[in-house]
């Protein structure tokens, strides 16, 4: 009965994942961090810290804030630079057996560029365009707020990397996040993933100053996750065809489900792995009881189907 009725299988853009839980970039490092914590084997895939093309020492200050069901976090993009990344990480990453993306950031349009164009000859399956870190002065963020600055970044990454699955990852900042999307789409993402977390702050009142030197953080955690499911609900609506990775507060299979009915294909994992690192293995496994429990065949078959919502999920390219 099992292998009839829990193919947990995902096909995002071409790139097959054995299950739709992946682990969420800047809470999983480069895998081999957690090795002895769960089997990482087990994940469907895992998103890289955010890579820029050169190294960078992230924000000063306090980092990491506690908050009422959230986390806020000011790390500014941390991370070796590119070059060292192809070099001292992506091997071991590789030998974990999960799919591997690469979440890519840069402050200007020319360094997201060649950023893709360096993963574009890697062995990276895939690259996550993160056009919604709110923790940098330059760049991040300030790309996903507006519809024309996605496009001219998502164009450019796409020509840079012609050979890799683009899947952008939106900011729920944005003033209209169905034309952020929309301007991805037409630019040439193949996918979408959302969301990256909500700019916060918080003050710390026996020194009468903002906790983080950035004065701003990012919210992440349980307490963003019924509005990011709203936005995966509302995108999918509106992009039936597009893939659509639910990120946002997701701590349990009950969480993933949520999303995977809401019209995601996939899930990330993100500050939960941090409160609870076999978090993702065990999420995998509640959704796996759930599809036998419920004689669900595939993924597809969670999905609500929304009304005048036509083809959903049909479109080929996909
Ligand atoms: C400490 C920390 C570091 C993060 N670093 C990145 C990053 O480098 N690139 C990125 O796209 N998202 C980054 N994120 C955002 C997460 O990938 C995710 O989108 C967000 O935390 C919401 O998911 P969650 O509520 O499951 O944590 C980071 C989040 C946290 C908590």
């Not at 908050?67 to 030998?95: D, H, Q, W, Y």
């Not at 164009?117 to 062995?123: I, P």
């Not at 993702?280 to 065949?297: K, L, P």
Request: some cysteine; hydrophobic content about 40%; proline content about 7%.
């Amino acid at each position: 009965m099992h292998d009839v009725y829990s193919d947990l299988s995902a096909v995002i853009a071409g790139v097959r994942f054995q299950n739709p839980v992946i682990a969420a970039s800047g809470t999983f490092g480069y895998g081999r961090e957690y090795r002895e914590l769960l089997d990482v084997s087990c994940l469907g895939g895992i998103c890289t810290k955010g890579l820029t093309l050169n190294p960078r020492q992230g924000n000063t200050g306090r980092r990491l804030h506690e908050t009422p069901s959230g986390l806020l976090n000011s790390i500014g993009l941390e991370n070796p630079g590119i070059p060292s990344f192809l070099e001292k990480e992506l091997p071991a990453l590789r030998e974990l057996g999960p799919v591997v993306i690469a979440n890519l950031s840069g402050a200007d349009v020319e360094e997201y560029a060649e950023g893709a164009r360096l993963l574009d000859e890697s062995s990276v399956d895939m690259i996550e365009l993160n056009i919604s870190c709110p923790n940098v002065k330059k760049g991040g963020m300030a790309f996903g707020l507006d519809p024309e600055n996605a496009a001219s970044v998502v164009a450019a990454a796409r020509k840079a990397a012609a050979h890799k699955p683009l899947m952008v990852k939106l900011s729920p900042n944005a003033p209209d996040l169905t034309a952020v999307a929309q301007a991805c789409v037409d630019s040439g993402a193949d996918a979408l993933s959302l969301v990256n977390t909500f700019k916060a702050m918080a003050i710390d009142i026996y020194r009468r100053k903002p906790v983080f030197d950035n004065v701003t953080a990012g919210l992440s955690g349980p307490a963003i996750k019924p509005i990011a499911l709203r936005m995966v609900w509302e995108l999918s609506e509106r992009f039936p065809a597009v893939p659509l990775v639910g990120i946002g507060g997701i701590a349990s299979a009950e969480d993933a489900l949520e999303f995977l009915m809401a019209g995601a294909c996939a899930v990330q994992v993100g500050s939960a792995t941090f409160a609870h690192p076999p978090a993702s293995a065990e999420i995998i496994g509640g959704i796996a009881a759930y599809m036998v429990d419920r004689r669900c065949a595939s993924l597809r078959e969670l999905r609500i189907e929304k009304p005048g919502c036509r083809g959903n999920g049909e479109n080929p390219r996909y």
